[in-house]
């Protein structure tokens, strides 16, 4: 009944992160109702961006010029390195215009249930590039979860006795929050992390 | 400091309706992380439904041949035309296998805020359709909101006329509903709308 070029595009559709059937459809029939000209930007633009983008081969970051920008900007310190799970959270990390550092970036966080290990991940790297003797300091911004916290453990077990200082980012009260609402894991960590006014 | 074909990958997923800029991120990244043959199979699927399909000439319905197999099939009832406003309304209406007749796409309902008039949908389609003699029935089958029922009395008053039977979908309790939280207009629609046993 669904013509087969229609039924093939929400199939194809529905491979997508969060897109359901419905969603599917939707989209394709939005799709339907773009120009053509419209239509193949789009999906002349996904051809081009997995074509081209790759992964920085210093600090893997999802880039078109290996080293990626970052890593090249002479600006930047490369003595102080922030390792992230993924590039989103380099992206969410770099909208604070907070950190002047580098990058590294590790393609997911440790996860026993998932079958992720330590050799999975961009480890090794990373201590290749702390062989160099030019990096100071290494935040890990993993994410404050079960994952996130295995992942920044194993990495001060490691890093810790090559004389780097290793530091983590804070755990505590979000900014606008509710202290009445506030779950109590998220409390604690707040006591606990309490600074001097 | 995001890599331009990324950038605009993001930019144009963030076209389509529903996404906003952090789910184009994720979807972006998604295609990223999926093979090549993969991501082009996808920006094939979205050039080649463009291309390939069309309205039907007769019923209007997203089609790759015309008239579309609803119309040109010889099992169904083409003397029983189901108006709808648009091919995802009639796709529903199909998910039910109930309905023997054929369709006829509007195109839209009248909408005066939002400048949709009767001129604008496929109203005068429909009046040549019925010119041939052949159609007995209309089901209306247009949503039960202000638009879909402004759009039924406008078709009823320009067919009753030509002495055509007019129809139009039940309104009423949905199946499974509690009489306890059904909103007024429904239960008073089902109280109009009842029938006897």
Not at 71 to 95: G, Y
Not at 177 to 192: F, G, H, I, P, Q
């Amino acid at each position: 009944m669904v013509p087969e070029p229609l039924s093939k595009l929400i199939d194809e559709l529905t491979k997508l992160p969060g897109v359901g059937p419905k969603t599917a459809q939707r989209l394709a029939f939005h799709l339907l109702e773009s120009s053509e000209p419209e239509v193949e930007t789009l999906a002349g633009a996904i051809v081009h961006a997995k074509k081209t983008l790759k992964h920085c081969s210093l600090c893997f970051n999802v880039t078109d010029k290996d080293p990626c920008g970052l890593c090249q900007d002479i600006k930047r310190d490369a003595s102080l390195v922030c390792v992230v799970a993924d590039p989103k959270d380099l992206m969410a990390l770099e909208r604070t215009r907070e950190f002047k550092g580098t990058f590294h970036v590790l393609g997911g966080l440790i996860s026993p249930l998932d079958g992720v290990g330590p050799d999975d991940l961009r480890i090794r790297e990373l201590l290749l590039r702390l062989e160099s003797g030019q990096i100071k300091e290494i935040v890990v911004a993993t994410n404050p979860s079960a994952t996130g916290e295995a992942t920044a453990l194993y990495l001060a077990k490691l890093i810790k006795p090559l004389g780097v200082k290793i530091t983590r980012l804070a755990c505590g009260l979000p900014m606008g929050a509710d202290l009445e609402y506030a779950d109590e894991v998220t409390l604690s960590k707040a006591l606990e992390g309490r600074r001097e006014l």
